[in-house]
């Protein structure tokens, strides 16, 4: 069976420091691979999405960066952070294009 | 914006009774999908209806698409305390990935 994993769980970091956050796939091959965040009581605002390895796809312009080193590894970064960077990420896959997305169990990042 | 919107924002009922969400979406979609968030959590899919489809069902819910109107709505009978969560309706069109509304927070009063 497929599973997503996503750490760390929660991170509180300070503005302008750098960010890494991880997802990993396993039990699929080359799924589609996405970023959300997600404000406080607020739906999901599609970030990045990879359709392989090395292709990224920007949704939104902003301090924020993805990339797709192996074909179930996604990773979000930042070189600065910036107080609005705070939110919920969460990190997704799905096979297709049109098809049921399944999440990851998401990435509570504060920026103080 | 292309967002979906629901309606509404929040619903509070006794266990028992019914929960419908409504969700209104703005372009010609592929399909609509269904998700449910618990507090703090990631997304769980619930159900998808292709735009072919009027109406599907899953255990307890009840999906309905009207392309014409640009809207669904899922309904949840026989509600429990158990389905207290935030309801997300996302779409997906041929030029773009899934797009989610604001979603509706259910709380479900034992």
């Known amino acids: 069976s497929q599973t997503i994993h996503q750490w760390p769980a929660t991170l509180v970091q300070p503005v302008g420091s750098p960010l890494s956050l991880e997802c990993t796939v396993e039990?699929?091959?080359?799924?589609?691979l996405y970023w959300y965040r997600q404000a406080a009581g607020r739906g999901l605002q599609l970030l990045f999405y990879?359709?392989?390895?090395?292709?990224i796809s920007s949704e939104v312009p902003q301090n924020l960066s993805a990339s797709r080193p192996q074909d179930r590894q996604f990773i979000l970064s930042s070189k600065k952070l910036l107080l609005s960077d705070s939110g919920f990420y969460l990190c997704a896959w799905n096979l297709g294009e049109f098809g049921e997305q399944f999440f990851g169990p998401g990435t509570r990042l504060t920026v103080l | 914006s292309q967002q979906g919107e629901e309606d509404p924002q929040a619903l509070s009922i006794q266990e028992g009774e019914n929960a419908t969400m409504n969700c209104s979406y703005k372009t010609s979609i592929n399909n609509l999908q269904w998700y449910r968030q618990n507090s703090g959590r990631g997304l769980v899919h619930l159900i998808l209806?292709?735009?072919?489809?009027r109406e599907k069902h899953s255990g307890r819910l009840r999906v309905t698409l009207d392309t014409s109107k640009k809207s669904s709505s899922l309904l949840i009978t026989a509600s429990r305390a158990a389905d207290t969560a935030s309801y997300f309706c996302a779409y997906v069109t041929s030029g773009s990935r899934l797009t989610f509304g604001e979603g509706t927070q259910l709380t479900v009063n034992p």
């Open positions: 990879s359709v392989g390895i090395g292709q």
């Open positions: 209806i292709r735009s072919n489809e």
């Open positions: 039990g699929t091959s080359n799924p589609n």
